[in-house]
């Protein structure tokens, strides 16, 4: 078996020297797309009061992602990032285009019950009456995430199911996770995933669903590093 202590400190390191390389971490609330973005990349966040525990000193990722991984796909790193991040100039935003502003949205709903959650997360689309009664949900999600740090790896490969930016988020996802085996750095007793509906959400400590139950390649380590030196 994979040591995932050693794998996990080697992965913060890398994260670590990434936040040298882009000068530092990111808040959602702050970002436009005229910033300098790369054109594709994979993303790592982080939030307050969510430390790791058993792997080091600092903050723990608690959501990694990526996009256009299916082939033909058009999506930019920034069009993904600012779906997460909702409109600049009204607050709101569109959970229904973004999983991560879902998951946190249930769980906010639940620790903190509001008008406009009957119809959450109900239907790929939705009309304006309901959208109107979700607003002020969405942009409570709006400024829970806008306040969360990330960092962004430049990774500007094809779109597609075997990208490499598909390879670093699932193995990253996997490494992180403590779903299938006792958590390295679990998650705070505050943290607000433990509201979640979603048994993969509070029992891997991660805003994702999609591999938190995999095994994950150490390999991907080494495409990590190679990816950070290029940046």
Known sequence: MRDALSDLKRFYDLLDQLEQRVGGRRRLFECTG??????RGVYF?????EQKTGSGEGPRVVRVGTHALTSGSKTKLWNRLSQHRG???TGGGNHRGSIFRLLVGEALGNRDPAPGLESWG???SAG?????HERAHERRVSTYLGAMPFL????DDAPGAESI??????NAIALLSGLTRSPVDPPSPGWLGHFSDREKVRHSGLWNQNHVDEPYSASFLDELEYRLLAV
Do not use: M, Q
């Open 45 to 49: 966040f982080f939030e307050e009061g």
């Open 165 to 170: 930016r598909g390879v670093i988020e699932r």
């Open 122 to 124: 109900k239907g790929s």
């Open 128 to 132: 304006a009456e309901i959208r109107a």
């Open 152 to 155: 962004w790896l430049e990774v």
């Open 87 to 89: 409109s600049a100039r």
């Open 34 to 39: 005229r910033l300098d973005w790369p054109h």
